[in-house]
């Protein structure tokens, strides 16, 4: 397809290790290398002060335009704080895109909330400027659920009637899975028109992750004291739509079994909590610390058992876990514990990759882990299925190319573009030769 200006706007982007600042420069990235003129509306915050304070990810050398929007970075440490910095970056993303020479997609991600709005104020200036929303959680669904805001109480009505204009105002909408789309078509879905959508599951780059690598130890092992032990990873937010308590009841259950270690690697608002858990009940084979820079992870990831990933029943549709795909491409098992139909319990069941329990079962997590650590053809088995599911459908290449025929499916190529590419095809084209009459 032709060159097309393309806009992204996310609050978080590289080198900041939050997983949508790592998308967000992931698709940027592809569609410059395809030659298009790419843009990226983001602040100068990061996701956490754990993340502010790591080197993060390494900034790649690319064509990507970055423009970062002033905020006073307070961070996540409560409300208040929180809306100041989302304050900010309306202000400064909405003048952006008020100042920005026609684009021909926006696509908006929603972190802050509904920051697509910026998006409908450049499509109002420029009538032709197509806009994608490309859902990562949903608002006022995810606070709902989260006990934060009433259940169809006048804050919640009030942004569900947000929803309802923003929607009417897309060109297409782009979900994480079938769950999310189900939610947020049966809410919002215009009445007067067809809204086209599409189901595209988040990722990690290939060539972070390449097959077969050998990394050395991560540092933390030996500090630890993890030499030797089935080590369970819990890797980046630990926050309010995950479920904790299971694990840690599995965890008491599982004191005997000295070998098998739960280790937390991470932040959020419930990073704490876990941690005075653990401690409170004694329990030495919990282990929880900070972020470590995203340079860092892969060595983290091969210095451990599986995975383990955790969500909770009333966030399903609402959230889908991240921390899925590279714990695929690094050929870890996965241990879930959460609803059924998620992305995570959907890759367990269809590439048969790891476990999956429901909330409460401690019980039946605790039996699960402790067979799998003894287990080791089994183990072998789901390793190479994990890999085999992040290459069948949870890499950039697979992801990738969904967005380059949504992009070609929303810019088809103009009267002038047409003309050139006619003109070209019969240039190129054998021409025939022409008898002369007798």
């Known amino acids: 397809m032709s060159p097309v200006r393309i806009?992204?706007?996310n609050q978080f982007y590289a080198p900041d290790i939050s997983p949508t600042a790592h998308l967000t420069a992931s698709l940027a990235e592809h569609f410059?290398?395809?030659?298009?003129?790419?843009?990226?509306?983001?602040?100068?915050?990061?996701?956490s002060d754990d993340a502010r304070k790591k080197a993060g990810a390494q900034s790649r050398s690319t064509?990507?335009?970055?423009?970062?929007?002033?905020?006073?970075?307070?961070?996540?440490?409560n409300l208040i704080k929180r809306l100041t910095d989302y304050f900010f970056f309306y202000l400064g993303t909405f003048i952006k895109l008020v100042v920005l020479k026609r684009q021909d997609v926006v696509i908006s991600l929603t972190t802050p909330p509904f920051i697509a709005w910026a998006g409908v104020l450049h499509k109002f200036l420029h009538r032709r400027t197509k806009l994608v929303l490309w859902n990562m959680d949903c608002y006022p669904e995810a606070p709902e659920r989260a006990g934060m805001i009433k259940e169809n109480g006048t804050i919640s009505r009030i942004l569900q009637l947000f929803n309802r204009a923003l929607f009417r105002r897309l060109d297409h909408l782009v979900c994480l899975d079938s769950a999310m789309l189900d939610l947020l078509m049966g809410r919002y879905a215009p009445k007067n028109k067809t809204l086209p959508s599409t189901i595209i599951p988040n990722w990690e780059d290939a060539d972070f992750f390449p097959d077969g690598a050998v990394y050395e130890q991560w540092e933390g092992i030996s500090r630890h004291g993890l030499d030797g032990k089935f080590v369970a990873l819990y890797l980046g937010n630990m926050g309010v739509?995950?479920?904790?308590?299971?694990?840690?009841?599995?965890?008491?259950?599982?004191?005997?079994?000295?070998?098998?270690?739960?280790?937390?690697?991470?932040?959020?608002?419930?990073?704490?909590?876990?941690?005075?858990?653990a401690r409170r009940r004694k329990l030495t084979n919990v282990i929880v610390q900070g972020y470590v820079p995203k340079s860092e992870t892969p060595r983290l990831m091969a210095s451990i058992t599986c995975s383990l990933i955790t969500l909770r029943d009333n966030?399903?549709?609402?959230?889908?876990?991240?921390?899925?795909?590279s714990n695929l491409a690094m050929s870890l098992p996965v241990l879930y514990i959460g609803p059924e139909k998620s992305n995570v319990d959907d890759a367990i069941k269809r590439y048969a990759c790891g476990l999956s329990v429901p909330i409460g079962d401690a019980q039946g997590f605790a039996d699960a882990v402790k067979s799998l650590s003894h287990d080791r053809e089994t183990y072998r088995q789901m390793r190479t299925s994990a890999?085999?599911?992040?290459?069948?459908?949870?890499?950039?290449?697979?992801?990738?190319?969904?967005?380059?025929?949504?992009?070609?499916?929303?810019?088809?190529?103009?009267?002038?573009?047409r003309k050139a590419h006619r003109s070209s095809t019969l240039e190129s084209s054998p021409k025939t030769k022409t008898k002369a009459k007798p």
């Not at 966030?315 to 795909?325: A, N, Q």
């Not at 890999?387 to 002038?416: G, I, K, M, N, Q």
Request: hydrophobic letters at 40%; glycine letters at 8%.
């Open 7 to 9: 806009t992204l706007i």
């Open 32 to 47: 410059a290398a395809g030659g298009h003129d790419v843009t990226v509306v983001t602040s100068r915050g990061g996701y």
């Open 63 to 77: 064509d990507v335009d970055v423009r970062r929007i002033w905020t006073p970075r307070f961070g996540k440490a």
């Open 241 to 277: 739509g995950h479920e904790f308590d299971t694990v840690l009841d599995a965890a008491e259950l599982l004191r005997d079994q000295t070998r098998i270690t739960f280790l937390f690697v991470g932040g959020g608002s419930r990073k704490e909590a876990v941690a005075d858990e």
């Open 315 to 325: 966030m399903l549709g609402v959230m889908s876990p991240s921390k899925l795909h």
């Open 387 to 417: 890999r085999w599911a992040f290459d069948d459908a949870y890499s950039d290449h697979a992801t990738h190319a969904r967005f380059d025929e949504l992009v070609a499916a929303l810019c088809p190529l103009d009267r002038h573009a």
